[in-house]
C-alpha cells in the first residue's frame, strides 16, 4: 500500500502516470461512445450507461413521504441525464428506519411518490428528450436503527465486539428473533408492490454497508436458521428475493445492492478469510451468492463493499479527507479505487448476462468517464455509479453525453462533509457545490452533534 494522498491531477496523463508508478492496473479509454449507449436491464432498456447510485438524504417528512428538500434532488438527479436512477433507502417496516426522516413508502403516501416521478420524468424529457429507469432501495436498517430522535434502536442478527459499543448494542436484547426475520419477506413485498403502483421500474433488496440483510450474510456465530453455514446466512435475502419476485411478476426489476468484502474480520464479516486479517478477501461466498442472486430472478446488480461508519470508509468511499474520528487510510485512494473496479469485475463476470452497475468513480473526478469507458468495453461492468459525485454535480451525465466532458469545478472533492452530516443525524447534501442550503445545516449538525457528546461526557 502506498501513502494516501489528495486529488492532485491536472490531467490524465498525470492520473496515468501515477498509477503506473503505484504498479496497480487501472485502464482508461478516450473513447467515451459506450457510455452512451443504452442498457437492458430485465424488462427495461436505460438510455445510457450511467447511474446514480443511492445515497440517503435523511430529509424526508415524519411520514416517509417526499419533502422539499428530497424533491429538489431528485428532480437535479432525473433531469441531468443519468440513465439509471437508483432511489436511496426506503424502510419496509417503522423500527427498521435508521433515522426519523428516512423514506418510508406507505399505503397512505404512495399517491406523493407517484406524483413525483411523474414530476421527475416530465423533468428529465424536457432536459434529455428521455426518462430513466427509477429503482427503488428497500431497506432495513438493522444495527444502525433510530426511527426516534437521537437515541438508537439497533436490532441485529448477532453480537459484535468490534461494533457493539459503537452502536448503542448493550445486551442480547438487540438481537432479532427467527421469527422476527420470518416476518420481513411480507413487508418487502408490501413495499414492492406499492412502488410497482407509484410507478418504480424496480425495487432493490439491500444487503451492503452492514446494515440487516448485509450483516445476516455474515452472522456466523448465531444459532438456528439464519445463521452459522451459507445456505442459512444468506437464506433471508434469497427469500425475500423469491417472494418479491413472484409477487411483482415479471414486468418489473427486481434488483440487489450487496457487499461483496465486509473488511471487518471473520466471523463478524462476509467476504473474509478466517484469519481474523481485516484485509483478508475471500471471493468463494461472495461470488456463489451472486450466482444464487441471478438464479434467484435479479435483473440488476450493484457491489458495494466496507462500512462507511466504522473506520475504513474508503473501502466504500475513496476519499480526501475523512469525517470526524476517522484516521487517514494507509493507501492511495487510488488503490481504493482499484479494489471495487476489480470487485465489480468478480461479479459481472459471475452474473453473466445480468448487468452490474460499478462503483468508486467519485474520486476521480472529471476523468471518471475514461475510467467507466474502460471498464464497459471490457465487460468488467454494464453501468457506471456515482454516489458522492451524484449529489454534488448530478448533470454529469449530461455534460459527457452532449460534450464527452465532465466540468472540474463541478464534481465531488471527496471532503466527507456529506458524509458528516450523516454522522450528526442531519439532512445531507453537498457543503461544497450547494452551499447556500447545506453550508450552515453543516454548522448547525456539528453544534448539535458537539452539545451531545458534551453533555454525554459530562453525566
Not at 62 to 72: F, V, Y
Not at 137 to 159: E, M, N
Not at 371 to 395: E, K, W
Request: with cysteine; charged share 25%.
Amino acid at each position: 500500500m502506498a501513502q494516501h494522498e489528495k486529488f492532485n491531477f491536472s490531467s490524465l496523463e498525470e492520473v496515468e502516470s501515477k498509477i503506473g508508478e503505484l504498479g496497480i492496473e487501472l485502464a482508461c479509454s478516450r473513447d467515451l461512445s459506450i457510455l452512451k449507449q443504452p442498457v437492458k436491464i430485465g424488462c427495461r432498456t436505460a438510455p445510457n450507461a450511467f447511474a446514480v447510485l443511492p445515497m440517503e438524504g435523511c430529509d424526508a417528512l415524519p411520514s416517509g413521504g417526499p419533502s422539499e428538500l428530497l424533491r429538489d434532488r431528485y428532480l437535479r438527479f432525473c433531469a441531468g441525464g443519468a440513465g439509471l436512477v437508483w432511489w436511496e433507502a426506503c424502510a419496509v417496516v417503522e423500527e427498521g428506519r435508521a433515522n426519523e426522516l428516512q423514506m418510508m413508502l406507505t399505503d397512505e403516501n404512495a399517491e406523493e411518490f407517484a406524483a413525483l416521478l411523474k414530476e421527475c420524468d416530465e423533468a428529465a424529457i424536457a432536459a434529455n428528450g428521455v426518462k430513466p429507469v427509477h429503482i427503488l432501495q428497500l431497506t432495513h436498517s438493522g444495527r444502525y436503527s433510530r426511527p426516534v430522535g437521537h437515541t438508537p434502536a439497533p436490532i441485529v442478527p448477532q453480537r459484535d465486539p468490534i461494533l457493539d459499543a459503537r452502536t448503542g448494542v448493550k445486551d442480547d436484547s438487540a438481537v432479532c428473533t427467527d421469527e422476527y426475520l420470518d416476518s420481513l419477506p411480507a413487508r418487502y413485498v408490501h413495499s414492492a408492490l406499492l412502488a410497482k403502483k407509484a410507478g418504480f421500474d424496480g425495487v432493490d433488496i439491500k444487503a451492503c454497508h452492514r446494515y440487516l440483510m448485509s450483516e445476516l450474510l455474515a452472522s456466523h456465530t448465531r444459532p438456528g436458521k439464519y445463521g452459522g453455514s451459507f445456505e442459512n446466512r444468506t437464506r433471508l435475502l434469497l427469500d425475500t428475493v423469491r417472494a418479491v419476485r413472484e409477487a411483482v411478476g415479471p414486468d418489473f426489476i427486481v434488483a440487489s445492492r450487496f457487499n461483496v468484502f465486509d473488511a471487518h474480520p471473520y466471523p463478524y464479516g462476509f467476504g473474509q478469510l478466517p484469519d481474523g486479517d481485516v484485509w483478508s478477501f475471500d471471493e468463494s461466498e461472495p461470488i456463489r451468492l451472486t450466482r444464487l442472486l441471478c438464479e434467484a430472478g435479479v435483473d440488476l446488480l450493484s457491489n458495494s463493499a466496507g462500512n462507511p461508519y466504522y473506520i475504513y470508509p474508503q473501502v466504500t468511499r475513496p476519499f480526501d479527507t475523512s469525517s470526524q474520528g476517522i484516521p487517514t487510510p494507509e493507501e492511495h485512494p487510488l488503490e481504493s479505487v482499484r479494489r471495487l473496479f476489480w470487485l465489480t469485475s468478480l461479479v459481472q463476470k459471475a452474473a453473466g448476462d445480468v448487468p452490474v452497475i460499478g462503483n468508486g468513480y467519485t474520486w476521480l473526478r472529471q476523468f471518471a468517464p475514461y475510467f467507466g469507458a474502460a471498464n464497459l468495453q471490457a465487460g468488467t461492468a454494464r453501468m457506471v455509479g456515482f454516489g458522492r459525485g451524484s449529489i454534488a454535480y448530478p448533470d454529469a451525465p449530461r455534460d459527457v453525453m452532449q460534450n464527452d466532458t465532465m466540468q472540474p469545478n463541478k464534481c465531488c472533492v471527496a471532503c466527507s462533509r456529506c458524509t458528516q452530516i450523516m454522522r450528526d443525524h442531519g439532512r445531507t447534501g453537498c457543503v461544497i457545490r450547494n452551499a447556500k442550503i447545506y453550508g450552515p445545516l453543516y454548522k448547525q449538525y456539528r453544534e448539535e452533534a458537539d452539545a451531545r457528546a458534551a453533555a454525554a461526557a459530562n453525566k
